[in-house]
């Protein structure tokens, strides 16, 4: 009874390196969200998809950041170029619809360390 | 603005003793407001979902109601493992169609003491 899978669970980059975070649903979930949580801050909405398709990207930085939710594979969620910033804790949630009701959850969540 | 406050942000409990987290928000329309659970290091974990004003779920130690404004997340003779922080999220309607995305509160760190 697999959960949220996330990987790499923790990576540590230079700046300027490019960053890939990938994220498996649970069986029979097709929404996929990517949250940030900051130090010391709360968790923050970047991003939402289905299956090829990106349905909400108001929360994501309009520059060096991009998700993909392909037919086949993990969500992947790419950080280009990355900066000191960049250093947070990214959770990945999926959601399937029960009744019309959804509930979204969560994965362990890939801490990235810019250097 | 879509606001969600929760508090306190900290609480210091010792084993038995009850009390409540409170989760305030305010929203153009709550389509529903969720409660999580956070353990260091950890993805949030998922308790409660609430939908309309009066409804209230329980599970073990943990009791969630909702009203017009707020949400309340009362626990019964708290344990030490209890001990986490508390998400609330609400998830919203707007003219366009409802928002599928969770808006978190800050959380509230729950201490309970042996």
């Known amino acids: 009874n697999a959960g949220v899978m996330q990987n790499p669970r923790h990576l540590v980059r230079r700046r300027g390196q490019e960053a890939r975070l990938r994220c498996s649903p649970m069986?029979?979930?097709?929404?996929v969200y990517w949250y940030r949580q900051l130090p010391e801050e709360g968790l923050k909405f970047m991003v939402y998809?289905?299956?090829?398709?990106?349905?909400?990207e108001s929360g994501m930085p309009k520059e060096r950041f991009s998700a993909e939710f392909p037919k086949e594979g993990p969500s992947i969620l790419r950080i280009q170029q990355v900066v000191r910033g960049d250093s947070a804790a990214y959770f990945c949630?999926?959601?399937?619809?029960?009744?019309?009701?959804?509930?979204?959850?969560f994965g362990p969540g890939t801490r990235l360390l810019v250097l | 603005e879509d606001q969600v406050t929760q508090s306190p942000e900290a609480l210091r409990l010792q084993e038995g003793e009850s009390s409540s987290l409170n989760c305030s928000y305010t929203?153009?329309?709550?389509?529903?407001l969720f409660w999580y659970r956070q353990d260091p290091g950890k993805g949030p974990e998922f308790l409660f979902t609430?939908?309309?004003a009066g409804e209230e779920k329980e599970k073990e130690r943990l009791k969630a109601t909702l009203t017009k404004k707020e949400s309340f997340l009362h626990i019964t003779a708290p344990k030490p493992e209890d001990s986490a922080t508390y998400l609330c999220?609400?998830?919203?309607?707007?003219?366009?169609?409802?928002?599928?995305?969770?808006?978190f509160g800050s959380g509230t760190q729950l201490t309970v003491l042996p």
């Open positions: 929203v153009s329309g709550l389509r529903g």
């Open positions: 069986k029979g979930h097709s929404h």
């Open positions: 998809l289905q299956k090829e398709n990106i349905i909400d």
């Open positions: 609430l939908y309309s």
């Open positions: 999220a609400v998830t919203i309607r707007r003219s366009s169609g409802s928002a599928r995305q969770l808006t």
């Open positions: 949630a999926s959601s399937g619809l029960a009744g019309g009701q959804e509930t979204q959850y």
